[in-house]
């Protein structure tokens, strides 16, 4: 069965470094979107991508945050300067088709950011 | 602000009881209503999804919805050691930007 994959799963940075995180989508899908879940709390929408745009995003997704498809199958999230509170499970998801709901998107395992 | 609200729990049955999960949200222009199952340090994985008032039933999962109440639940029959996790409720609107809850730790014990 096709699957969401992230790498790295963990990631320890110091503060004010530079991450990526990487996914790839289920090649068929076209639309892919990043979460993060801080320890113990809800998961968080940051933003969704289609056709080399962001469609939407969210108050979190500030100018810290960017996210590209740099080639045909990567799908990354880059965070300029971290901060301590940008720790966190940060998920990816992708959906086939156009502007799928929760219902169509399939959630990658996550990657494990620690900010220190 | 959009809130999605869920008792942290622990919820506590025994196996083979039914457990009963609780979600109330406050947009009322909600749409769509869905429930996930985390395991510790994984990802969400979906469970059920309903769109209207009234029960949606697969397997030993049932979802209620009652939009007047702003109100969705989740049932689970015959509860089992491995349904032992944190059900997430996630509400979305037109915009299809989803609010979770927080999550309902449910413990089955044999």
């Known amino acids: 069965e096709p699957e969401v994959t992230q790498t790295p799963s963990h990631q320890v940075t110091q503060m004010g470094q530079e991450v990526i995180l990487r996914c790839v989508p289920i090649s068929n899908h076209l639309y892919f979107y990043w979460y993060r879940q801080i320890l113990g709390q809800k998961v968080e929408f940051l933003v969704s991508?289609?056709?080399?745009?962001?469609?939407?995003k969210s108050e979190i997704f500030d100018d810290q945050f960017s996210v590209e498809r740099p080639d045909g199958s990567n799908f990354t999230l880059k965070i300029r300067s971290t901060k301590l509170e940008d720790s966190a499970m940060y998920f990816c998801?992708?959906?086939?088709?156009?502007?799928?709901?929760?219902?169509?998107?399939?959630f990658g395992p996550g990657t494990r950011l620690l900010v220190l | 602000q959009k809130e999605v609200e869920q008792n942290s729990g622990p919820l506590s049955v025994p196996e083979g009881a039914i457990a009963s999960l609780n979600c109330t949200y406050s947009?009322?222009?909600?749409?769509?209503f869905f429930w996930y199952r985390q395991y510790s340090g994984k990802s969400p994985e979906l469970i059920m999804f309903?769109?209207?008032?009234g029960d949606k039933e697969d397997g030993r999962f049932t979802a209620q919805l009652n939009k007047a109440s702003q109100y969705v639940s989740l049932l689970i029959r015959d509860s089992q050691p491995s349904d032992s996790a944190t059900y997430l409720c996630?509400?979305?609107?037109?915009?299809?930007?989803?609010?979770f809850g927080r999550g309902t730790s449910l413990i089955v014990h044999p």
């Open positions: 309903i769109y209207s008032n």
């Open positions: 996630a509400v979305s609107g037109g915009s299809y930007i989803p609010t």
């Open positions: 998801a992708s959906s086939e088709g156009q502007r799928g709901g929760l219902e169509t998107q399939y």
């Open positions: 947009d009322r222009g909600s749409q769509s």
């Open positions: 991508f289609y056709n080399n745009e962001i469609s939407e």
